[in-house]
């Protein structure tokens, strides 16, 4: 029987949301022992976002360690002596894969078990992998996904092994959007396919997407909207060859790289804890229907005050967020004190290019779209405003100034009353600029 471990807060997970954890409990306060990372990668918590932005720009690549957290967010970089100057214990390259939490205790691949006092549960995301939907050839080599820093470190050799080649991009989201633009500026000849008629769908609206799709077309980036990657072709040695589409038609690949979306690692929990939408349901201090057993990051459902619902948020600001309320929950509690509930205004942001939008709110209700979206302006500026009930409830805004974007921000948060949407059209950013 392997020995077992005893700490009074675990972590189970390793990825941005454990990293603002650990530096929300050594801010509060920490005997040295109390509290222990378990995570399945080989390095400390990371920006994950530096992934796509930086890391595989080979000309000017951002590297290990300068996206440690809390790098993302002005902090100081938690390099690993960090966690040992803290009293944290970082357990690496350990994968969870049974948790009791009636008993508290969790039990690792090696049959290690560590039994803990308070959980905080952080396992994050996985890739949806095409061979998850039975494509066909889809284990062949040099087919990507982008997730850890594995990932990135094999798509980094593939695109050295393959300079100048050709590469395709299953997907037209974050991962594909972002991809896109940094295969290219490496001198790849790039392709996008995804079946919906516009990119970022989730997000965007037909009027931000044409801008996004006419800029990367005069970049050279080819886009194959309305299909799928039905199968792949190989080589003698299993290298991908070509894509095969649904529509029949082909598409030449040296490499491929798909970003079709991400699923919540629950499984850990699964019958345990009551769940909605997805993932853990929890309340407005991440607190699960289990005591002493808190969600954050992609897993957690939560209240959503703003909106007065329950919501799922696969965002970084979200992740590092949560996590923060969780560690003051846990300690206010300990205290007999009480601390504010969660309330998150949703923030997504892009850097592809020389390109970058933020967005604060709900994209929900009638759309407004302002300001100068034509893809060969020299300094293209726009943005959209959703509009609900009379409200302003989003604002998404390209090429902002800091100021800007905290403009739109607040305008998102306070819901200004909108009179007229032509008038608001014709205003743009000057609307929010004043309120």
């Known amino acids: 029987m392997a020995e077992e471990k005893s700490f009074k807060y675990v972590i189970v997970g390793g990825g941005v949301a454990a990293g603002y954890a650990a530096r929300e409990f050594s801010k509060q306060g920490l005997k040295p022992g109390e509290l222990a990372i378990i995570s399945r990668e080989p390095v400390p918590p990371y920006?994950?976002?530096?992934?796509?932005?930086?890391?595989?720009?080979?000309e000017n690549k951002a590297s290990l360690p300068n996206f440690y957290v809390c790098a993302g967010s002005g902090g100081e970089k938690q390099f690993p002596?960090?966690?040992?100057?803290?009293?944290i214990e970082l357990l690496l390259e350990t994968e969870i894969v049974k948790a009791d939490l009636a008993s508290k205790t969790l039990v690792s691949g090696t049959g290690q078990?560590?039994?803990y006092q308070t959980l905080i549960a952080a396992t994050g995301s996985s890739v949806t992998r095409l061979s998850d939907f039975g494509v066909e050839g889809a284990d062949a080599k040099n087919i990507f996904y982008l997730r850890e820093l594995l990932d990135a470190d094999e798509l980094v050799t593939a695109m050295n092994v393959?300079?100048?080649?050709?590469?395709?991009?299953?997907?037209?989201?974050?991962?594909?959007?972002?991809?896109?633009s940094a295969l290219k500026v490496n001198n790849m000849e790039v392709t996008m396919v995804y079946p919906e008629p516009w990119c970022m769908p989730r997000l965007f609206t037909a009027g931000i997407a044409s801008f996004y799709e006419g800029f990367y077309a005069n970049k050279g980036i080819n886009i194959v909207k309305g299909t799928v990657a039905a199968g792949f072709s190989t080589n003698s040695d299993g290298e991908v060859t070509e894509v095969i589409l649904k529509d029949g038609r082909t598409l030449e690949a040296d490499i491929v790289i798909v970003g079709v979306g991400a699923r919540p690692i629950i499984s850990l929990f699964k019958g345990q804890v009551d769940e909605e939408k997805g993932g853990l349901k929890t309340d407005a201090f991440f607190r699960t229907s289990v005591p002493d057993v808190y969600a954050v990051g992609d897993i957690a459902t939560f209240p959503m005050k703003l909106y007065n619902d329950m919501r799922r948020v696969e965002h970084v600001d979200h992740a590092r967020k949560s996590a923060e309320q969780a560690v003051k929950a846990i300690k206010a509690a300990e205290e007999g004190n009480s601390i504010p509930e969660y309330d998150?205004?949703?923030?997504?942001?892009?850097?592809?290019f020389n390109l970058s939008w933020q967005f604060y709110g709900d994209n929900v209700g009638e759309t407004v779209l302002f300001g100068d979206n034509d893809p060969t302006s020299a300094k293209p500026k726009f943005g959209s405003f959703w509009i609900k009930d009379g409200?302003?409830?989003?604002?998404?805004?390209e090429g902002g100034s800091p100021d800007e974007n905290k403009a739109i921000a607040k305008a998102a948060r306070e819901?200004?009353?909108v009179e007229s949407v032509e008038v608001l059209a014709k205003e743009g950013l000057s609307f929010v600029s004043n309120i």
Do not use: H, M, T
């Not at 530096?50 to 890391?55: C, D, F, P, R, V």
């Open 391 to 397: 409200k302003l409830i989003g604002a998404f805004l």
């Open 81 to 87: 002596q960090w966690y040992k100057d803290n009293g």
């Open 344 to 352: 998150y205004l949703p923030y997504f942001y892009s850097r592809a």
């Open 47 to 58: 920006e994950r976002p530096a992934l796509s932005k930086g890391y595989i720009n080979l």
């Open 113 to 115: 078990v560590f039994k």
């Open 162 to 180: 393959k300079a100048n080649g050709k590469a395709v991009v299953v997907g037209g989201g974050y991962i594909g959007l972002e991809l896109s």
């Open 415 to 417: 819901q200004p009353v």
